[in-house]
């Protein structure tokens, strides 16, 4: 950057020469709030102050905002730069699992109508007009939905008890299921890439790892460590992962690159960092 280009940024009341491209979910004040930081780690920033906990996060397709869905229920719609946050009408109480579209038009979510956490079903709701598409209504636990890159299908987690948790996905348009995995042991934290590939933190080997279960259905394992690695994300073009991991003794953001291997910690917060979510927009640029 020019020593022009500088002062005008400082003008401006620009932050960071480098582009937040990743926002997370750190503690503050007692509760696990969002933030965000360029995909190096640098200056991470906090962005809300609800004062409760948040359980999801995710961006809308401009990379301006975030859908934020707390641990009651309830969610907002929350300004990438400002942290300004406006509440989103649900169209039920109760809300899990919330995340946008990839059009930005749609949510899609878990939630229970039978007073049992155990009972989840995946449904989708019209951001605009409240309209609801309940995807699922299987036996057990249906949970962790994420989009396809084009939205036409969800992915989601189904648990029915036992020592498996496997990987399903559902047109949004037919509401047909198919089940990608047969007692895999367990599968948690899911995120698709456009090609179909589909990150996420698996126990085959004993520790909860990163793998890749391929479009061709081939799982491969991506990290090997002991503690802790969760809640894979992946960069705009899909060559490297954001997750969290427990691998120094705190919970913290790491970054995988896929063509080295490279690991790298992302930050060193006080009390932990947890579920990383990448921008769309390649490089953070908004």
């Known amino acids: 950057m020019t020593l022009a280009g500088l002062c005008l940024a400082l003008m401006s009341g620009c932050r960071s020469e480098a582009p937040e491209s990743i926002a997370f979910l750190a503690v503050s004040d007692g509760y696990w709030e969002v933030w965000v930081t360029d995909d190096e780690g640098r200056s991470p920033r906090k962005l809300s102050d609800f004062k409760a906990d948040v359980s999801r996060i995710s961006w809308f397709p401009d990379g301006n905002t975030l859908l934020v869905n707390l641990h009651d229920g309830r969610m907002f719609r929350l300004d990438a730069d400002s942290g300004e946050a406006s509440a989103v009408q649900a169209p039920m109480p109760g809300i899990l699992d919330a995340v946008v579209s990839p059009d930005g038009r749609q949510a899609t979510f878990s939630l229970s109508t039978a007073d049992s956490i155990d009972n989840n079903d995946i449904w989708t709701f019209d951001l605009s007009t409240g309209g609801l598409n309940k995807l699922t209504s299987m036996a057990r636990l249906q949970h962790e939905p994420t989009w396809s890159s084009d939205g036409a ?77 969760a809640r894979p994300t992946w960069s705009p073009d899909g060559k490297a992962l954001a997750f969290e991991s427990t691998r120094d003794g705190n919970i913290d953001i790491w970054r995988y690159d896929l063509g080295s291997s490279e690991l790298k910690r992302l930050t060193e917060m006080p009390e932990g960092a947890r579920h990383p979510v990448w921008s769309p927009v390649h490089g953070g640029e908004r």
């Open 153 to 229: 299908q969800v992915y989601f987690l189904s648990g029915r008890g036992g020592q498996t948790h496997d990987i399903w996905r559902a047109d949004v348009a037919t509401r047909e299921t198919e089940q990608l995995t047969v007692n895999a042991l367990y599968h948690f934290d899911l995120a698709a890439r456009p090609d179909g590939a589909l990150a996420y933190s698996g126990n085959q080997t004993g520790n909860y790892d990163l793998w890749i279960r391929h479009p061709d259905g081939r799982a491969e394992q991506l990290t090997d460590d002991p503690e802790l690695d």
